[in-house]
């Protein structure tokens, strides 16, 4: 039986500001506690960096609340889970 694979695409909000980060691993315009709380994000998300981010706009609550307590301009962050023979992962 030949293995099949798809991709599950999963969407969570988070700081705007963590993209450059996240894409370009330039934690720069970031300090120790902000870099801190985007590694805790992703390794809470479980499915490696993003690919692709979508501006949201402004709010107190997002998906990285936990790490970030604080509202922000935030970004819609697409995860992709590989999912091989029928869903598994």
């Given at each position: 039986?030949?293995?099949?694979?798809?991709?599950?695409?999963?969407?969570?909000?988070?700081?705007?500001?963590?993209?450059?980060?996240f894409?370009?691993?330039?934690?720069?315009?970031?300090?120790?506690?902000?870099t801190?709380?985007?590694?805790?994000?992703?390794?809470?998300?479980?499915?490696?960096?993003?690919?692709?981010?979508?501006?949201?706009?402004?709010?107190?609550?997002?998906?990285?609340?936990?790490?970030?307590?604080?509202?922000?301009?935030?970004?819609?962050?697409?995860?992709?889970?590989?999912?091989?023979?029928?869903?598994?992962p």
């Amino acid at each position: 039986m030949p293995t099949i694979t798809t991709l599950e695409a999963h969407e969570y909000t988070a700081p705007a500001h963590w993209a450059c980060y996240f894409f370009n691993d330039d934690d720069s315009d970031m300090d120790f506690e902000d870099t801190r709380a985007a590694n805790n994000f992703i390794d809470w998300v479980g499915l490696g960096a993003p690919v692709g981010a979508e501006d949201y706009g402004f709010t107190y609550y997002h998906d990285a609340i936990r790490f970030s307590p604080l509202g922000a301009d935030c970004a819609t962050y697409t995860f992709f889970k590989r999912l091989t023979n029928g869903g598994k992962p």
